[in-house]
């Protein structure tokens, strides 16, 4: 068994898809940190932590401390606490100046996943760049590089109607196989508030990313979002004392529940029913 240790507490994690001994995780001061298992483990062998007969074994009393391989900097971090990341598919890329584009992907693993919190700011992160500098250089135009590993690009999320920044707390990220289809992204707010952000969209000329929608869903901040294992596009949003239930393209949900005696704090979809959802 494994111990995660991070200079803060950890609000959120994930395992990257394709390389269960790589974890991203989001930290309560709005930095990402990301860990590597395969380097604890040999760490954990050099320094005799584990004897010959037990190296194969990660059970029991064998418990590995594994520290973060690379932490980004304070300044280039989220002002809020991360409430949630998601990894970009094989095949997503996004460049410094925020573009999405689909091309062919020649790596073996994900390496590039996005982060939400509460100021309003979706960052998206590069492993390959995951290096903290030690000291401020000058790159070829002379300016000034910030200190450390900061996100590829940024994207304020902005409702459409006034302006005013949203709070995202979850995230779902919508990428059809279909190098055609749009690209999008679902976010629950603190708010209560459930919205879509377009991020791509292939068949449109001129096309600028933003928010498309932002539909008024609970009183409180939302606690949960899920997807439907068995039907892509049905989600499952959690806030206050009811949960919702919502299709990709309709304006408003498909069902909301009678209001519980009790707040909610969590929800999730029936891995083997479809119809069982589990409060």
């Known amino acids: 068994q494994f111990v995660l240790e991070a200079p803060g507490d950890i609000y959120c994690f994930r395992f990257c898809p394709s390389d269960q001994d790589l974890i991203i995780g989001g930290l309560e001061s709005g930095q990402v940190a990301v860990w590597n298992l395969v380097q604890a483990r040999t760490a954990a062998r050099e320094a005799k932590q584990l004897n010959d007969e037990s190296s194969e074994k990660e059970g029991g009393t064998n418990t590995i401390t594994c520290k973060p391989t690379v932490i980004s900097a304070v300044d280039q971090s989220h002002r809020r606490t991360i409430t949630d990341l998601a990894w970009l598919p094989l095949g997503l890329e996004v460049t410094e100046k925020g573009k999405f584009l689909r091309k062919p992907s020649e790596m073996k693993a994900e390496h590039l996943f996005m982060s939400i919190a509460g100021d309003g700011m979706c960052l998206f992160w590069d492993l390959r760049k995951s290096v903290e500098v030690p000291e401020e250089k000058k790159d070829d135009g002379g300016k000034q590089k910030k200190e450390g590993w900061g996100p590829t690009s940024k994207m304020t999320v902005l409702n459409p109607d006034g302006g005013v920044e949203l709070a995202p707390t979850h995230a ?58 068995f039907v892509k596009e049905i989600y499952l949003s959690v806030g206050d004392w009811t949960f919702n239930l919502w299709k990709e393209g309709v304006g408003s949900p498909l069902f909301v529940s009678p209001f519980c005696n009790c707040l909610y704090t969590c929800g999730a979809w029936s891995p083997s029913r479809p119809a069982v959802i589990f409060i």
């Open 172 to 229: 779902l990220l919508d990428c059809p196989e279909d190098v055609k289809g749009a690209v999008r992204l679902y976010t629950a707010t603190e708010e209560g508030e459930f919205s879509m952000i377009e991020l791509l969209d292939p068949s449109m000329e001129n096309f600028s990313k933003g928010v498309r929608s932002v539909i008024p869903a609970h009183t409180g901040p939302a606690v949960s979002m899920r997807r439907s294992p």
